[in-house]
């Protein structure tokens, strides 16, 4: 059993930064895949990036490639996103997911799942 608590969201100016944490309880972190989904209002929920348990191998949409980068600290319990490059249409509620074993781009995959932390960037 995992539990998540996203925190970092917040108002940015479009091209400006933000970085997201995602706090994991439980002694078995290291062994879940973690990612990072996004939810604009009136749309669909979609992939932003993917992290192996190891921290060895990434997965990122083509919308954010180059200016996101995930990555966790198994020690702390912590999967990070930092969003660089922001853009207005970066706007959504950020969710972060864990799944036993490898990582997948399928929302579905996830058993796991945070409340999610707003962030909105202005142009």
């Known amino acids: 059993q995992v539990q998540l608590v996203e925190s970092g969201g917040g108002l940015v100016q479009a091209g400006g930064s933000l970085r997201l944490s995602c706090a994991a309880s439980?002694?078995?972190?290291?062994?879940?895949?973690m990612a990072w989904f996004r939810q604009a209002p009136g749309k669909e929920r979609e992939f932003v990036a993917a992290?192996?348990?190891?921290?060895?191998?990434?997965y990122y949409a083509d919308s954010v490639k180059g200016r996101f980068t995930i990555s966790r600290d198994n020690a702390k319990n912590t999967v990070y996103l930092q969003m660089n490059s922001l853009k207005p249409e970066d706007t959504a509620v950020y969710y972060c997911?864990?799944?036993?074993?490898?990582?997948?781009?399928?929302?579905?995959?996830?058993?796991?799942w945070g409340q999610g932390t707003q962030v909105t960037v202005s142009s």
């Open positions: 997911a864990a799944t036993k074993g490898v990582y997948y781009s399928d929302a579905d995959q996830y058993g796991y």
């Open positions: 992290i192996s348990w190891s921290g060895g191998s990434t």
């Open positions: 439980g002694r078995t972190f290291s062994s879940y895949a």
